[in-house]
């Protein structure tokens, strides 16, 4: 065990700042996903970075949905950290350590190595949809655009179990799906 090492769930020992592809597991992501909550914990009720990931992967088309799935995978190793402060001038080393976790995620799962642009859109509107319904009207009204929300209100899964398991099943089905269509 190296010094910048950490435990995962499944008691893998990963280098978020030098990863390795091999030790990439989807359940270590799942899970440390399903634990962390959205927002900074400031929303009105539990809502998991999982759960974020799953419904961003729904709104992408069809070829980008496990990107989309996947998009915010380098939390699973960093944790999240509010957009101002990701921004931030001081707050690069970061940065750079998440595009690094992120480029080793998609070679383990082989998808490109940029995010695609569908899926930027996606977390752009989830993130109004989120802003619409996890928080107080008032607290929101001056930045959330009503044009970029969806219609149906989101209704939290309420604990880190069913954000797990709903983010392990969405994989599943999309590499499922990517399996038929390498057969074809």
Same mark, same amino acid.
């Given at each position: 065990m190296g010094f910048n090492d950490i435990h995962t769930s499944t008691g893998r020992l990963i280098n978020p700042l030098e990863p390795e592809p091999d030790n990439i597991d989807i359940r270590d992501i799942a899970h440390a996903l399903a634990m962390q909550v959205r927002w900074n914990g400031h929303a009105r009720d539990f809502y998991s970075v999982a759960e974020h990931c799953v419904r961003v992967s729904m709104i992408c088309p069809a070829k +980008? @949905?496990?990107?989309?799935l996947l998009h915010d995978a380098p939390e699973a190793y960093l944790s999240d950290v509010p957009g101002p402060i990701k921004k931030a001038e001081g707050f690069a080393f970061y940065r750079e350590a998440e595009a690094r976790l992120m480029a080793t995620i998609a070679k383990r799962f082989g998808l490109p190595e940029r995010i695609p642009a569908s899926v930027h859109r @996606? +977390? @752009?509107?989830?993130?109004?949809?989120e802003a619409r319904d996890l928080f107080p009207s008032d607290h929101n009204k001056e930045w959330v655009d009503m044009a970029l929300t969806q219609p149906r209100r989101i209704a939290p899964l309420q604990s880190p179990k069913a954000a797990e398991?709903?983010?392990?099943?969405?994989?599943k089905a999309l590499e499922r799906r990517r399996a038929k269509e390498a057969a074809a």
């Open positions: +980008d @949905a496990l990107y989309g @996606a +977390d @752009a509107i989830l993130l109004h949809t398991a709903w983010f392990m099943e969405r994989f």
